[in-house]
């Protein structure tokens, strides 16, 4: 006992004494520990932010996209293709025919930018129709956003971001002001709006400033500003969830009714619910965090190669080192043992050091995208601590012990010459 | 008898060409002696004196120390011997670096039955090779005559029976080979067995007794009066 306490104390002086070395082989458990910890809570901290954000938005909703697509992948739309087999009809149709439809809202979206005073701002625009608040989760900060009959009657008002108010009326006073509209499409020069509501700030969904927009009627944003005639985007809520499929398949055969289509391949539109969003960015964060984990494995990979490097360097030093122990009487366990003591307290200390690293940039990641105004959570996946661990550990305890049992096995005059 | 070679033989392979380092080597060396086994380089003296200090196997022939037939020892049997019969003196000192002297000199003591006093028993043995003030240096502080006092101080801390030195002052200036060569002496006169290998015959000259080998072979053995006797005082 006292000798296995005295070996212990000899191991971590000779660990000591070697510092530059120890130093080094803690340093590649440290790189591939924290690495792994750190990938791996990324991946899974974006896809909690990207799947938070669409329920955000709000319940029991579909979606209608112009132009044909598969329902598991990324709409046309977010290619930048714009097609116009959506138009205004088709919005009326869908309400009179699907009863399961309680509020509907149509949306076309653009650059613009606003003016007030001597302040301009570039920003971009949504319109649509005094339904919106009643489909999503809409919190006005300052007056309201516009009624069903504003919009209908194509009223000239507007609802602010919270960034463009900020940024055009530094002092408040934002209600009731006339703000004008300049677009490239625009002809005849800018639009003016009564200023009616200021939305609080909302942060970034989907990577986008929510607060670094306007609100403006439906009609006005489709003919004045854009001049166009079809719709980019319908959303319908459906009264309950258990409808949202009938709803969807009503809405597909009303819309193939109306467009003359006979055949379900003709179609010119897609339908999407909220489970079918979460499905596509499930798929694509997961090959996000394939991708990650992949990367992960890398650091492994490099944590191991230096551990296995260093352990290999040192081989004939360590080798001649054995002789000598041999010399003055260790038995070949004797050997092992201290190899082996002296590898797994490396690699402990290495995976503890790793692990609190690790632990802690992807927490100061959390933060800082908290900073930023993404709802990021902050995980750390246990199975990517024992995975890492238990791989850099191994790696230091296989490249550290087994030079040496081979070394051990030499008789002493071998290892001592060993060069 | 303590040592007792019978036709001992060792055979070096190396990339299928076998070189005979030892041709049948007949030796005998009784509790006490002197010994000194000199001869060129290549002749095999020190592949001869690692064999005898169970560094190296033979490979034919009988070894028997103490009585015991070397063959039937096993591994840990082996180690026992090096730890507390023998203690090896190398030409190139064979010190832990970054280690201190104490603890150079504790290091056969981990290995040992001792379970206590390593440090004392440490400093007793620096103490008789006279580096009591050395204790704390590391190995790579001190000069050359001083590491290898270490080393006499690390060969002799586990008070083994015999004493191997290859080439003690093979690395020495002529002042501090002088000094070795008396510890040396002066171990021998406490009772203990030395067994030394040299080139030098100025060095071999400090033992009682020289054995000169050739080409693998015992060419000479012939004891040296003491009137004949280098001595260092």
């Given at each position: 006992?006292?000798?296995?306490?005295?070996?212990?104390?000899?191991?971590?002086?000779?660990?000591?004494?070697?510092?530059?070395?120890?130093?080094?082989?803690?340093?590649?458990?440290?790189?591939?520990?924290?690495?792994?910890?750190?990938?791996?809570?990324?991946?899974?901290?974006?896809?909690?932010?990207?799947?938070?954000?669409?329920?955000?938005?709000?319940?029991?909703?579909?979606?209608?996209?112009?132009?044909?697509?598969?329902?598991?992948?990324?709409?046309?739309?977010?290619?930048?293709?714009?097609?116009?087999?959506?138009?205004?009809?088709?919005?009326?149709?869908?309400?009179?025919?699907?009863?399961?439809?309680?509020?509907?809202?149509?949306?076309?979206?653009?650059?613009?930018?606003?003016?007030?005073?001597?302040?301009?701002?570039?920003?971009?625009?949504?319109?649509?129709?005094?339904?919106?608040?009643?489909?999503?989760?809409?919190?006005?900060?300052?007056?309201?956003?516009?009624?069903?009959?504003?919009?209908?009657?194509?009223?000239?008002?507007?609802?602010?971001?919270?960034?463009?108010?900020?940024?055009?009326?530094?002092?408040?006073?934002?209600?009731?002001?006339?703000?004008?509209?300049?677009?490239?499409?625009?002809?005849?020069?800018?639009?003016?709006?009564?200023?009616?509501?200021?939305?609080?700030?909302?942060?970034?969904?989907?990577?986008?400033?929510?607060?670094?927009?306007?609100?403006?009627?439906?009609?006005?944003?489709?003919?004045?500003?854009?001049?166009?005639?079809?719709?980019?985007?319908?959303?319908?809520?459906?009264?309950?969830?258990?409808?949202?499929?009938?709803?969807?398949?009503?809405?597909?055969?009303?819309?193939?009714?109306?467009?003359?289509?006979?055949?379900?391949?003709?179609?010119?539109?897609?339908?999407?619910?909220?489970?079918?969003?979460?499905?596509?960015?499930?798929?694509?964060?997961?090959?996000?965090?394939?991708?990650?984990?992949?990367?992960?494995?890398?650091?492994?990979?490099?944590?191991?190669?230096?551990?296995?490097?260093?352990?290999?360097?040192?081989?004939?030093?360590?080798?001649?080192?054995?002789?000598?122990?041999?010399?003055?009487?260790?038995?070949?366990?004797?050997?092992?043992?201290?190899?082996?003591?002296?590898?797994?307290?490396?690699?402990?200390?290495?995976?503890?050091?790793?692990?609190?690293?690790?632990?802690?940039?992807?927490?100061?990641?959390?933060?800082?995208?908290?900073?930023?105004?993404?709802?990021?959570?902050?995980?750390?996946?246990?199975?990517?601590?024992?995975?890492?661990?238990?791989?850099?550990?191994?790696?230091?305890?296989?490249?550290?012990?087994?030079?040496?049992?081979?070394?051990?096995?030499?008789?002493?005059?071998?290892?001592?010459?060993?060069? | 008898m303590l040592i007792e070679l019978k036709n001992i033989t060792k055979?070096?392979?190396?990339?299928?060409?076998?070189?005979?380092?030892l041709r049948g080597i007949d030796l005998t060396v009784a509790d006490g002696e002197f010994l000194a086994i000199m001869g060129?380089?290549?002749?095999g003296k020190s592949t001869l004196m690692h064999i005898i200090g169970f560094l190296d196997r033979p490979t034919a022939g009988e070894y028997l120390f103490s009585g015991h037939d070397s063959r039937y020892f096993n591994?840990?049997e082996l180690?026992s011997i090096r730890n507390n019969s023998v203690g090896f003196?190398?030409?190139?000192?064979?010190?832990?670096?970054?280690?201190?002297?104490?603890?150079?000199?504790?290091?056969?003591?981990?290995?040992?039955?001792?379970?206590?006093?390593?440090?004392?028993?440490?400093?007793?043995?620096?103490?008789?090779?006279?580096?009591?003030?050395?204790?704390?240096?590391?190995?790579?502080?001190?000069?050359?005559?001083?590491?290898?006092?270490?080393?006499?101080?690390?060969a002799?801390?586990c008070n083994p029976k015999i004493i191997f030195a290859d080439?003690?002052?093979?690395?020495?200036?002529?002042?501090?080979?002088?000094?070795?060569?008396?510890?040396l002496d002066?171990l021998n006169q406490e009772g203990r067995t030395i067994i030394l290998v040299?080139?030098?015959?100025?060095?071999a000259?400090h033992a009682r007794r020289i054995v000169t080998i050739?080409?693998g072979e015992i060419i000479s053995d012939e004891k040296i009066p003491e009137?004949?006797?280098?001595?260092?005082?």
């Open positions: 006992m006292n000798n296995l306490i005295a070996n212990i104390k000899i191991s971590i002086k000779d660990l000591l004494a070697r510092s530059g070395r120890s130093f080094l082989t803690i340093l590649g458990i440290v790189i591939g520990v924290a690495g792994v910890i750190i990938i791996i809570s990324l991946g899974a901290g974006a896809q909690t932010l990207v799947l938070g954000q669409i329920t955000k938005l709000g319940t029991n909703l579909i979606g209608i996209l112009p132009g044909k697509s598969n329902e598991n992948g990324p709409p046309a739309a977010v290619f930048g293709v714009q097609i116009k087999t959506l138009i205004p009809e088709d919005v009326e149709v869908i309400r009179r025919n699907v009863p399961e439809i309680t509020e509907m809202a149509p949306f076309v979206r653009g650059n613009v930018t606003v003016i007030y005073g001597k302040e301009n701002v570039d920003t971009s625009f949504t319109a649509t129709e005094g339904s919106y608040p009643r489909i999503q989760t809409v919190e006005m900060i300052k007056g309201v956003f516009f009624s069903d009959e504003e919009a209908k009657a194509g009223t000239n008002v507007i609802v602010l971001g919270y960034d463009v108010a900020e940024q055009l009326f530094p002092n408040g006073g934002e209600i009731g002001a006339l703000v004008k509209i300049k677009s490239s499409n625009a002809e005849g020069g800018a639009i003016p709006f009564r200023v009616i509501g200021v939305q609080k700030k909302l942060g970034n969904i989907f990577f986008e400033n929510q607060d670094d927009q306007v609100f403006i009627p439906f009609t006005i944003g489709q003919k004045q500003i854009l001049g166009i005639d079809y719709i980019q985007f319908i959303r319908a809520k459906v009264n309950h969830a258990d409808n949202i499929k009938l709803a969807m398949a009503e809405i597909k055969q009303v819309l193939r009714n109306q467009h003359g289509l006979k055949n379900t391949v003709d179609d010119d539109f897609s339908v999407r619910d909220l489970a079918d969003a979460i499905k596509i960015l499930t798929n694509i964060t997961d090959v996000l965090r394939i991708f990650l984990a992949l990367m992960a494995g890398i650091s492994l990979i490099v944590g191991g190669i230096g551990i296995m490097n260093i352990m290999l360097v040192t081989v004939s030093e360590r080798t001649r080192e054995i002789g000598l122990r041999k010399a003055v009487g260790a038995t070949n366990h004797q050997i092992r043992n201290k190899f082996l003591f002296e590898a797994v307290v490396l690699t402990s200390v290495g995976g503890i050091i790793g692990i609190i690293i690790g632990v802690f940039i992807s927490y100061l990641i959390s933060v800082g995208a908290h900073l930023a105004g993404y709802d990021w959570k902050f995980i750390i996946s246990p199975i990517a601590i024992i995975l890492a661990v238990g791989v850099s550990v191994l790696t230091g305890i296989i490249f550290g012990l087994y030079p040496a049992i081979r070394a051990s096995k030499l008789d002493p005059i071998n290892a001592l010459r060993y060069e | 055979d070096y392979v190396n990339e299928e060409v076998v070189t005979n380092v060129p380089s290549g002749s591994d840990d180690a003196v190398f030409q190139s000192f064979n010190l832990l670096p970054r280690t201190t002297v104490l603890d150079n000199v504790v290091l056969p003591l981990l290995y040992s039955k001792e379970k206590k006093n390593h440090e004392v028993k440490a400093k007793k043995a620096l103490e008789a090779v006279g580096l009591s003030d050395r204790l704390y240096y590391f190995s790579n502080q001190i000069s050359g005559g001083q590491k290898q006092r270490v080393a006499i101080a690390r002799l801390v080439e003690p002052t093979g690395n020495l200036d002529s002042k501090s080979g002088a000094t070795v060569m008396e510890i002066k040299t080139h030098d015959l100025n060095v000259h050739r080409d009137t004949k006797r280098i001595r260092s005082w």
